[in-house]
């Protein structure tokens, strides 16, 4: 005669078995009854583990909070802050408009009408897209967009499939193209 013994934990195991009164977790679950799911063990890098799920520290983002949602501080020229579906942080610029880019790191032609390439991308004032919010600039050749590629596309007949190569890409460089020719001269003194 065989007898069959069952070990008894003082809580049931919720996601694993008893073993000597005490709950032995399955892979991937903690806690007194195997119940707490547990995270990506890069989490406690920059965020804490709470029933599987990762909450990031300010200014982390991601499952396992790896990504620097605000890289460098936001390089002290932004507010690291929370937005978006999903709760994002992201450098919001201050400073008058002045910078730009997921950091903070770029500078923006400022002021728009001297005659100075204020941001160093050597564009100068209406030349640069930065100014294309100015009244002044608003009609500049760097401004303005061009033809939907696709809205060309459509408006031509479909092409035979023997056509010549010129024939083909006529869309991106013929006259009503989505190319656009700036009016500008260059002068590389």
Known sequence: ISTITTET??????????SNGTCQC??????????????????????????G????????????????GCPNGCNNRGNCERSGPNGDW???CVG???????????PVE??????????GDGLIDCNDPDCCQQPACRSGDSCISGTNPRQVLLSEPPLPLVSSF?????FLIGKESVQLFASISFDPK
């Open 96 to 106: 008058g408009g002045k910078w730009r880019g997921s950091a903070c790191q770029f």
């Open 166 to 170: 010129e024939r083909r890409v006529k």
């Open 26 to 51: 399955y892979p991937g679950w903690s806690g007194l009854r195997c119940h707490l799911r547990q995270c990506d063990s890069r989490c406690k890098r920059n965020g804490a583990c709470v029933n």
């Open 90 to 92: 992201h450098c919001v």
């Open 9 to 18: 934990c003082l809580f049931p195991c919720d996601n694993g078995v008893c």
């Open 53 to 68: 799920t990762c909450a990031c520290n300010r200014g982390w983002n991601g499952p396992s909070c790896t990504l620097d």
């Open 110 to 119: 400022g002021d728009c009408n001297d005659g100075v390439d204020n941001d």
